[in-house]
């Protein structure tokens, strides 16, 4: 190893002993302990070593429910907001007064309190005894009968947590796609308004292609963040999301550790496990895709 390759090693020796102290080691840990039967968080000690664990939180009514409902929240929020930015991000580039305008508008509730947003929603769903909320009065002007979307049926809290989820990750979507837009070269257009393509074919051939490692980026970032989801159901319907029928895996983990059912580090540690795993094999998966579909 020749003087340039220690001093290389040199530079990255602070961010390797930072990764390995406060990302591999933690991780390591809770591997352990994942597999430690009856751990005594007091005395530090278990019973023993096997996949209890892993069986039990498997086996849990209240896992099994933050799993359905994070599934939910992946599946719908990161393909429609993914959509949705992209197809705001477009109409934004081709906007040529106003433009910084509306890209500061669009950008402002990434900038706002995730808790003041979800406590904005709550008055705009929430059916109370006073008033039936303002998203009611709307319905009702359509002849539709009043909801509670915060207390009331389970498919109404979903959508709540859905729409709020993709108003909270929309703004930093459009703004990352709209730099990508900004940095397609122009000839690609002139040539193919030349040949007389139309301006689906256009967003079709040129633009997907061209900002499609992008793409591919904030949909890999869109699944981890989604699975990683628990503040946004806190802000909507408090702390005691089993009760709602809301967790989700990372609130799970929570719960395990500090919740009401809380002093579990063993059961809280299988639960991470299983989302690293899921988070794990669904990113492997996209990779495996982005090779035919992401043009680099």
Sequence with gaps: ???????????????????????????????????????????????????????????????LQALKNTFILVMITVPLSTTLALLISVGLNSIQKLKNLFQTIYFLPYVTNTLAVGLVFMILFEKTEY????????????????????????????????????????????????????????????????????????????????????????????????????????????TDLNTAEMNTIVGYVYDMLYGNSGGYPSFASAAAIILFAIVLTITCINLLVSKKHVHY
């Design 131 to 238: 008033s039936d909320g303002l998203i009611n009065l709307i319905l009702g002007l359509f002849g539709m009968t009043p909801v509670d979307f915060i207390n009331g049926p389970y498919w109404a809290k979903m959508f709540v947590l859905c729409f709020y989820t993709i108003w909270v990750v929309l703004p930093f979507k459009i703004l990352i796609l709209t730099s990508a837009l900004a940095s397609v070269n122009q000839d690609y257009y002139n040539a193919a308004k030349v040949d007389g393509a139309s301006k689906w074919t256009i967003f079709r051939r040129i633009t997907v292609p061209m900002i499609s490692p992008t793409l591919f980026y904030l949909i890999i970032t869109g699944f981890i963040g989604a699975f990683k989801a628990y503040s946004d159901a806190v802000a909507l319907f408090g």
């Design 1 to 63: 190893m020749d003087k340039k390759d220690w001093k290389a090693w040199l530079y990255l020796l602070p961010a390797m002993l930072f990764l390995g102290a406060f990302m591999v080691y933690p991780l390591i840990d809770v591997f352990i302990y994942s597999f430690e039967e009856g751990y005594n968080s007091a005395s530090q000690t278990f019973l023993g070593v096997g996949l209890y664990n892993y069986s039990y939180v498997l086996r849990d009514p209240y896992f």
